[in-house]
């Protein structure tokens, strides 16, 4: 009789166990199967939103170029360039239109978030280059010697890039000229790039273009012999060239003098290129109540052709009348398409953020894509 009771226990036992490792377990295995489910969802969400953006044109399908723009009258988001049968090819207008300052209109973040159907996520855009160049001036006029780095994103030096440099400068604050000069980085991924200029230069724009294998990135120095370079601003919408100018100091609204364009250089992958010859009557710089500062605006039949990646304007301003160079639109001239673009911060309740990126091409030009995307609070 023990021996049966004995049995009976050791099966009570048993299942009892069976019976709470599966209260405990089934749960568990629950929870991570959700927790699985759930985050490729949210990668599901992020990679639809990467693909809309870089693979669709939007609709209508050239939204970003028209003249009198209306970000109510998009229906669908996407960057692509609509003419181009490549993948991940960029229209440059549409990608002008996340840069916020942008005097020709830009699009609102809101507005992106909700055409990508990301109500329930928060999310930030960089256009960046596949790598840095940074120029340090060593000496200037007569002399003129910069210090050029040349790196991966993460830091690591590239050495033998070749470094083209095209310096546009004017001259007794009257005559504008441009000169140029090359070198090749060392194994820190270094060189300098020099130049003897006129002793009476007074003011310089160095543009750089860096090769790395067959990938470049343009960029541009600017040395301030004119005083507004923070505060001025450009936008390039396919044959249009805008400049905004914000009121401040020497360029208050009524003051005295007239301000005009001199002439306009196009920077591409290929070079710099002459485009126009300015003319006081033709080409003043006037205050635009609408816009709050001094504003100019001229259509270049064929300038899209040039694959322009930013302008470099030459002014002729007064008190006492002078030269003075710009560079615009900003971020593209230092190498950028996007700083930034959408929400500054992640506010995921997991701290969950994901990150995707893509090569992508713009105005002929190689940039690195960066979608940062998370769940809001």
């Given at each position: 009789?023990?021996?049966?009771?004995?049995?009976?226990?050791?099966?009570?036992?048993?299942?009892?166990?069976?019976?709470?490792?599966?209260?405990?377990?089934?749960?568990?295995?629950?929870?991570?199967?959700?927790?699985?489910?759930?985050?490729?969802?949210?990668?599901?969400?992020?990679?639809?939103?990467?693909?809309?953006?870089?693979?669709?044109?939007?609709?209508?399908?050239?939204?970003?170029?028209?003249?009198?723009?209306?970000?109510?009258?998009?229906?669908?988001?996407?960057?692509?360039?609509?003419?181009?049968?490549?993948?991940?090819?960029?229209?440059?207008?549409?990608?002008?239109?996340?840069?916020?300052?942008?005097?020709?209109?830009?699009?609102?973040?809101?507005?992106?978030?909700?055409?990508?159907?990301?109500?329930?996520?928060?999310?930030?855009?960089?256009?960046?280059?596949?790598?840095?160049?940074?120029?340090?001036?060593?000496?200037?006029?007569?002399?003129?010697?910069?210090?050029?780095?040349?790196?991966?994103?993460?830091?690591?030096?590239?050495?033998?890039?070749?470094?083209?440099?095209?310096?546009?400068?004017?001259?007794?604050?009257?005559?504008?000229?441009?000169?140029?000069?090359?070198?090749?980085?060392?194994?820190?991924?270094?060189?300098?790039?020099?130049?003897?200029l006129p002793s009476s230069v007074t003011d310089y724009v160095v543009v750089?273009?860096?090769?790395?294998?067959?990938?470049?990135?343009?960029?541009?120095?600017?040395?301030?012999?004119?005083?507004?370079?923070?505060?001025?601003?450009?936008?390039?919408?396919?044959?249009?060239?805008?400049?905004?100018?914000?009121?401040?100091?020497?360029?208050?609204?009524?003051?005295?003098?007239?301000?005009?364009?001199?002439?306009?250089?196009?920077?591409?992958?290929?070079?710099?290129?002459?485009?126009?010859?300015?003319?006081?009557?033709?080409?003043?710089?006037?205050?635009?109540?609408?816009?709050?500062?001094?504003?100019?605006?001229?259509?270049?039949?064929?300038?899209?052709?040039?694959?322009?990646?930013?302008?470099?304007f030459n002014l002729s301003i007064p008190n006492p009348r002078q030269l003075?160079?710009?560079?615009?639109?900003?971020?593209?001239?230092?190498?950028?398409?996007?700083?930034?673009?959408?929400?500054?911060?992640?506010?995921?309740?997991?701290?969950?953020?994901?990150?995707?990126?893509?090569?992508?091409?713009?105005?002929?030009?190689?940039?690195?894509?960066?979608?940062?995307?998370?769940?809001?609070?």
């Amino acid at each position: 009789m023990v021996a049966p009771v004995f049995e009976h226990i050791t099966a009570i036992i048993f299942v009892s166990m069976l019976f709470f490792s599966a209260v405990i377990a089934v749960p568990a295995i629950s929870y991570v199967n959700l927790l699985y489910v759930d985050q490729q969802q949210f990668r599901n969400v992020a990679l639809e939103a990467l693909d809309s953006m870089l693979l669709s044109a939007g609709y209508p399908a050239k939204w970003g170029t028209s003249a009198s723009f209306d970000e109510s009258e998009i229906a669908k988001f996407g960057l692509a360039l609509s003419d181009s049968f490549s993948f991940y090819v960029l229209d440059p207008d549409k990608v002008q239109r996340l840069d916020v300052n942008s005097p020709s209109g830009s699009l609102d973040y809101e507005t992106v978030r909700a055409l990508l159907g990301l109500q329930d996520y928060g999310f930030n855009i960089k256009i960046t280059p596949p790598f840095d160049v940074t120029a340090i001036k060593k000496s200037g006029i007569p002399s003129l010697l910069y210090e050029v780095n040349v790196t991966f994103n993460d830091g690591r030096p590239i050495p033998n890039a070749r470094v083209e440099a095209s310096i546009l400068y004017v001259e007794n604050q009257q005559d504008y000229s441009s000169t140029e000069t090359e070198n090749s980085t060392n194994l820190l991924g270094r060189c300098t790039v020099e130049k003897v200029l006129p002793s009476s230069v007074t003011d310089y724009v160095v543009v750089l273009k860096a090769t790395v294998a067959d990938l470049a990135t343009v960029t541009s120095t600017y040395m301030e012999g004119f005083g507004h370079q923070h505060t001025t601003n450009a936008s390039i919408i396919g044959d249009n060239i805008s400049l905004s100018i914000p009121e401040g100091p020497g360029w208050l609204k009524g003051s005295s003098g007239k301000r005009w364009i001199e002439s306009i250089v196009v920077v591409s992958l290929d070079g710099t290129w002459h485009l126009y010859n300015g003319s006081k009557l033709d080409d003043p710089i006037i205050w635009s109540d609408s816009q709050d500062g001094w504003a100019w605006s001229k259509i270049f039949t064929g300038l899209s052709y040039y694959n322009p990646l930013f302008i470099i304007f030459n002014l002729s301003i007064p008190n006492p009348r002078q030269l003075a160079l710009f560079v615009g639109p900003f971020a593209t001239a230092s190498g950028y398409r996007i700083f930034d673009f959408g929400s500054s911060s992640a506010q995921s309740p997991s701290g969950a953020v994901l990150k995707l990126t893509r090569s992508v091409e713009i105005s002929g030009m190689t940039y690195i894509f960066e979608l940062l995307i998370w769940k809001e609070v």
